[in-house]
């Protein structure tokens, strides 16, 4: 086999050397009868620092590997993983596998993905991976410099969580007996900072994070302070209101959950089981006429980009809402297989997705909203997927005559998600990118507010 890169490499072991692990193992499968097979070799390597009040609290490494394999027999499925990349390690790892696969029951749906959807071998650099030449050092002095910047933001800031930057990175190859090969390097790096303000019962605190791939596209560690100490005074003097109906609308970094309950309600897990509250719903008018809701796996740079899914089905740009209508589910090759339908390319999950904004600015969605909730943190996870139902504490400010007039707090938000997403009234352009999801703060036509 390939040696290990040198040390000074970024990583441990070079993307051919993954790749012939993959063909090993699935060379060895055949040999031991499996009629299909698949495997992935991965590592990954980084740290994070934690800096609180100017003290370096932890210093944290992390190197890891693996190789996974699965088996098909028939219909009979067999899966092992390893963290040894020895020859004789990978044979075991296979011979687990076949083992495994000949005691299990027959499922009609197991299976690799259909040939014809497969993403092709000379896929172009995604482009995902930007290392940051940045020492442990250098990290502790930005964690220093965002925390500092958080702290100095305002007298009534009393106390830090802390500020934390990390750095990550990681490659993969994945093959099966298709003939699929494929693979690629990533990174994510971030900096992040929480403080607290305020004495006694009146104590509150926030936070504020950038994450991207590239370290240029990071927000400043002074900036991401700043950002998180006027949070958390702004949040001063909170007060509780009186149960009511009322609009809410949904900060941006928030809104993405919103996106990220309809994503689990039209996946394949929940659908095939009949647990989604949004069963059947494809073609069906699901939002308001106003959204549009797109995936887009290629985007430079994108946190959730990527050329094919875990199945090594190829990616492709779709529109999944359109006018508030849904043009299609989330799915892997074997939720397609168990609803009598096609993958979309979603094995391991949904990517990019971005919800057009309508409305106007965040200024103009307090306008259009003239009285209600703008909420600034959920707590807790009452949401029900069967049912819809939502109902979760809340914190963040009451508006009124469209302008921010004071903090509250130690209220609940109620609703259903179907009635919430047909009542949305805009998207705000104040844009977030959280993760696979990318949009902007959510206005809600009205919610039930329980408070005092």
Not at 20 to 34: K, N, P, T
Not at 216 to 240: H, I, M, N, W, Y
Not at 403 to 428: C, S, W
């Amino acid at each position: 086999m390939d040696a290990p890169v040198s040390d000074h490499q970024p990583f441990s072991y070079t993307q051919d050397f993954l790749r012939s692990l993959v063909r090993d193992a699935l060379e060895h499968a055949r040999r031991c009868g499996a009629h299909a097979a698949e495997a992935d070799a991965s590592e990954g390597s980084g740290f994070s620092v934690n800096v609180r009040l100017d003290e370096v609290e932890t210093i944290e490494y992390n190197r890891d590997k693996d190789v996974g394999i699965t088996v098909f027999f028939g219909q009979q499925r067999g899966h092992a993983s390893s963290s040894d990349f020895s020859p004789q390690a990978l044979r075991d790892t296979v011979e687990k596998a076949v083992s495994i696969a000949r005691h299990t029951a027959s499922d009609p749906f197991a299976g690799l993905a259909d040939p014809a959807l497969l993403a092709r071998n000379d896929l172009p650099d995604p482009g995902l991976y930007h290392p940051w030449n940045l020492s442990v050092e250098q990290a502790i002095d930005q964690a220093r410099e965002c925390e500092a910047a958080a702290l100095g933001f305002d007298r009534r800031i009393s106390n830090s969580e802390g500020a934390t930057v990390y750095t990550q990175q990681s490659q993969f190859a994945y093959g099966n007996t298709l003939g699929f090969m494929g693979g690629y390097a990533g990174s994510s790096h971030g900096v992040s900072c929480s403080v607290i303000a305020g004495k006694g019962d009146g104590m509150q605190r926030d936070y504020w994070y950038t994450t991207t791939r590239d370290p240029l596209d990071l927000d400043p560690p002074r900036s991401v302070g700043q950002r998180a100490g006027e949070r958390t005074v702004r949040r001063l003097k909170a007060r509780q209101l009186k149960t009511c109906q009322a609009p809410v609308l949904f900060e941006a970094g928030l809104a993405a959950g919103l996106i990220g309950h309809f994503v689990s309600a039209v996946s394949g897990g929940a659908l095939y089981r009949k647990s989604s509250f949004l069963q059947d719903s494809l073609g069906q008018q699901v939002f308001a006429a106003e959204i549009q809701l797109q995936e887009q796996p290629h985007l430079p740079k994108g946190l959730a980009s990527s050329p094919f899914d875990d199945d090594g089905v190829a990616t492709q740009a779709r529109e999944v809402v359109v006018d508030g209508v849904v043009q299609g589910y989330f799915l892997g090759s074997y939720a397609a297989r168990k609803l009598g339908m096609r993958s979309t390319g979603n094995a391991g999950g949904n990517h990019n997705l971005i919800l057009k904004p309508f409305g106007g600015s965040f200024e103009n969605l307090l306008h259009t909203m003239q009285r209600g909730l703008l909420v600034t943190e959920l707590l807790g996870q009452g949401v029900n997927g069967v049912t819809g139902d939502y109902s979760r504490g809340a914190a963040g400010f009451w508006v009124e005559q469209g302008k921010i007039q004071y903090p509250v707090h130690e209220i609940t938000i109620a609703g259903n998600l179907k009635d919430m997403f047909r009542h949305i009234l805009a998207v705000g352009d104040d844009v977030l990118i959280r993760g696979s999801k990318i949009t902007g703060s959510i206005l809600l036509e009205e919610m039930t507010i329980a408070g005092n």
